[in-house]
């Protein structure tokens, strides 16, 4: 599967994230309480909810962070009135963006996302108008240290994985949305170090920048994913290795 992997874009922005931890707990904390609020507050019986506990594990979350998070949905208040939203629209060069927020006021979230938009030469799009370039899915990235990138391949497949990419030591499992949680305990039970494991909106066809543009594609999500209101920014965007790098470092 081409494209870069998807881990190593999560290694880079945590790094980044680290040094704003309040921020990233915040949005950890959002994530479970909406998913507590929707299916329960037993992760045995929610998914969702184990994931975003789970993320929140691999992120060095406090337990009583988590918790309280839980609680928080069961508590109502405030939490009664966060929301899922999901925005959709246009970077430079025509690169279509899906922004997922969790907000408890949407008008001063879609205007802190068309500002971001607007200011990098983009735009905010009508609903549906870029959705159908992506798909949902699962990835689970594993570490290569244990075992050759050969047999992690093939341990994916017959876990069940749709496809794999393999991009320096970090293999990417790529999976149907449902079939995440299974793939991910199988590879597990196989041995092998998950390093991360999400459901995700991938690009059905990414769409290859020049260098140039590339920055600027990866400086708009930057900002976006610095607002308080936005989860998670995906793009169809392919860039090259060297604008990647660079910016990675």
Do not use: C
């Not at 988590?66 to 629209?89: C, F, H, P, V, W």
């Not at 050969?150 to 970090?170: C, K, P, Q, W, Y």
């Amino acid at each position: 599967m081409a494209g870069h992997s998807k881990w190593k874009q999560i290694k880079r922005q945590k790094g980044v994230a680290d040094q704003r931890r309040g921020a990233l707990f915040t949005k950890l904390a959002r994530e479970i309480t909406l998913a507590a609020k929707l299916g329960g507050s037993d992760p045995a019986g929610n998914f969702r909810l184990r994931l975003a506990v789970q993320n929140a594990r691999d992120n060095n979350m406090p337990a009583d962070n988590i918790q309280r998070a839980i609680a928080r949905a069961a508590g109502g208040g405030d939490a009664n009135d966060l929301m899922e939203i999901t925005y959709e629209g246009y970077g430079p060069s025509g690169v279509a963006i899906l922004i997922e927020a969790m907000t408890d006021n949407r008008n001063r979230t879609v205007g802190e996302v068309r500002s971001v938009l607007t200011r990098a030469g983009g735009n905010l799009g009508e609903s549906g108008s870029v959705a159908w370039q992506f798909a949902s899915r699962g990835i689970v990235a594993v570490e290569s240290a244990t075992k050759s990138p050969d047999e992690i391949v093939d341990l994916a497949i017959e876990a069940g994985a749709e496809d794999v990419l393999v991009d320096g030591d970090s293999v990417d499992v790529y999976t149907a949305a449902t079939d995440l949680e299974s793939v991910r305990q199988s590879l597990l039970d196989a041995g092998l170090e998950v390093t991360n494991a999400e459901l995700s909106m991938v690009p059905t066809t990414p769409l290859a920048l020049d260098a140039k543009d590339a920055e600027q594609v990866i400086r708009l999500i930057e900002k976006l994913e610095d607002l308080d209101d936005v989860q998670r920014v995906y793009s169809n965007a392919e860039f090259p290795d060297e604008v990647f790098e660079a910016v990675g470092t």
